[in-house]
């Protein structure tokens, strides 16, 4: 089960329904990302999906995955590289 973060809904209702983003659509990317890595920073995970431009940042408990928030950028690769170079997501 996918559930959601109080940040993301607010986010959600914000600023990324603007850009067509919505709640099954971050489901979409937890589930089947097109890259999955693990922030060593947070110890959370970070789910990619490149043709939204979009990372998803949850956390497993249990069965369950909890969207605590997500990034979408234009400019996402480079932010990608960026943190995979730092060591932060790996």
Do not use: C
Not at 22 to 50: C, H, I, N, Q
Not at 59 to 80: C, G, H, M, P, Q
């Amino acid at each position: 089960m996918v559930r959601f973060s109080r940040h993301i809904v607010e986010k959600l209702a914000k600023e990324l329904s603007r850009m067509s983003i919505t709640e099954e659509l971050l489901k979409e990317v937890v589930d089947s990302p097109d890259e999955a890595l693990f922030d060593s920073v947070t110890g959370r995970y970070v789910a990619l999906k490149l043709e939204h431009s979009l990372v998803v940042i949850y956390e497993r408990r249990n069965e369950d995955k909890f969207i605590i928030t997500a990034i979408y950028s234009s400019r996402l690769e480079e932010v990608i590289q960026r943190r995979k170079r730092s060591g932060r997501w790996i």
